[in-house]
């Protein structure tokens, strides 16, 4: 392929959720039967000639919507504060944070996914992020929270939000990922969209103290102390056992999220930021950090966040999201406009670093080509990623393959299944197959 951009530029139609209504969506539909017309009638080589900004140009010649001058190029606009808190247009208001339909018995004990087809670069808007609470979300008064620090400490201490937020602040970029993403692909259940298959990882700036300047200054016992518990003050008692070792890392005792205080769904006043590790160990609400010489085995790590393996045994304490990626657009429930260019689009992460390569395949992965890594590239964080693909109209089958730091290889499906059985409910990394029929539709499929 050698410029992919003397192509017709092919259009992708967003899953219909996303649409404003099924009026836009029958219009686009119908877009698409008139331009297959069109296409036939001019012959295959129409646009292929010219220069790029030509063949780009050439797309909207003659449209007459330019020729309006509509009341906004003339009127006087809305005044400034008309929102003190700003809102996205009224035009995107499809674009939402979405429940699975019977996923849960209650609410309150529930996920809302993110939307990640549409979605641009590697940041997750806050109002975005996914949510995923055990006992219901709290709007907690910050001048009443405490966070108690103790057990295997010289100094116990209870820190008001004032103290924590005086203390010497670092502000990192990480994905979250709860281990139960992409969960019902584990059972070939194949979910419609890539909201629902990969909707439970975000990707945000998280501000606050690092854990180990608490720790320090409280007199960590560096001989006996080798873990950390940490506790939510929400009803579900959310507690979760960290290594001393990460704890002294990276992890972040974290007040603020993409430049302001954490979103009251997401933990406001305070959150454990606990950068590569399963959302579950994020505790939200953080109320209480415990020093020890064991694991807790607390509910949340003995009897939740569990591997069962083939041979009937669970893993236990299994926190790392391991390497994987996804593509975004096109996905399923979209829809391929026509035949031409395509910026297929993605994102990749991984828990133990950052992202080395990721490469993209259209034929249901016989053969790979690499994407471009869009920057930055940092450490546990969403990377974003492009590649440029011609689609002829025939049937094809999208994949991405991310590769780590470490060298480790994003699996496919049939690859993890030896190894983890098919029971399982978290840590499911395996390449995703996005299937584009003749029509247009894509759809979720696995390929072995
Ligand atoms: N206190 C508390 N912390 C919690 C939870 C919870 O229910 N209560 N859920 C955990 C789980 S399972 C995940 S995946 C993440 C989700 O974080 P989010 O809601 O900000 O996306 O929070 C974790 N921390
Ligand atoms: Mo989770």
Not at 416 to 440: D, P
Request: aromatic share 8%; proline share 5%.
């Amino acid at each position: 392929m050698s410029d992919p951009l003397q192509h017709t530029i092919g259009r992708v139609l967003p899953a219909p959720e996303n649409h404003l209504d099924a009026e836009r969506l029958e219009q686009a539909r119908k877009a698409r039967r008139s331009f297959m017309g069109k296409a036939l009638a001019m012959g295959a080589g129409a646009v292929a000639a010219g220069h790029a900004s030509r063949a780009l140009a050439s797309e909207g010649e003659g449209d007459p919507a330019i020729l309006k001058m509509p009341e906004h190029t003339r009127g006087l606009g809305r005044p400034v504060a008309e929102n003190p808190y700003g809102q996205p247009s009224k035009w995107e208001a499809n674009l939402q944070r979405r429940q699975s339909p019977g996923l849960t018995r209650v609410p309150q004990a529930s996920v809302s996914f993110t939307p990640l087809q549409g979605l641009f670069g590697m940041i997750t808007p806050s109002g975005l992020h996914f949510e995923r609470h055990h006992q219901g979300w709290w709007d907690i008064d910050p001048s009443q929270h405490r966070l108690m620090v103790h057990g295997l400490v010289k100094r116990s201490r209870v820190f008001t939000m004032d103290d924590l937020m005086r203390l010497p602040s670092v502000s990192r970029i990480h994905f979250i990922e709860c281990g139960a993403n992409s969960a019902p692909e584990w059972g070939n259940v194949a979910l419609p969209t890539v909201q629902y298959t990969h909707g439970m990882v975000s990707c945000s700036e998280f501000t606050g103290v690092r854990l180990s300047t608490l720790l320090e200054m409280c007199g960590v016992d560096k001989k006996l102390g080798k873990f950390v518990l940490a506790e939510g003050a929400d009803g579900s008692s959310m507690t979760r056992t960290i290594d001393m070792e990460r704890a002294m890392e990276d992890c972040i005792v974290a007040w603020a999220m993409n430049g302001e205080m954490l979103r009251p769904e997401n933990g406001y006043p305070l959150r454990l930021v606990v950068p590569g590790i399963q959302g579950v160990s994020w505790v939200k609400y953080l109320r209480r950090l415990e020093v020890g010489d064991q694991k807790w085995a607390s509910k949340d790590e003995a009897v939740h966040y569990i591997d069962l393996m083939p041979d009937g045994t669970h893993r236990q304490y299994t926190g790392i999201q391991e390497c994987k990626s996804v593509i975004t657009t096109p996905s399923g429930g979209q829809m391929l406009l026509d035949k031409g260019y395509y910026n297929v689009s993605g994102l990749a992460w991984s828990g133990r670093g950052s992202i080395k390569r990721v490469d993209v395949s259209v034929d249901g992965g016989r053969n790979w080509r690499t994407a471009r890594l869009e920057g930055p590239v940092l450490d546990k964080a969403l990377t974003r990623f492009n590649i440029d693909w011609v689609w002829d109209g025939q049937p094809a089958i999208l994949q991405s393959r991310a590769i780590d730091s470490t060298g480790y290889v994003q699996p496919k499906i049939n690859q993890l299944r030896a190894v983890r059985g098919t029971r399982s409910i978290y840590h499911q990394n395996a390449i995703q197959s996005w299937k584009v029929a003749e029509n247009g539709e894509v759809s979720n499929v696995q390929v072995y």
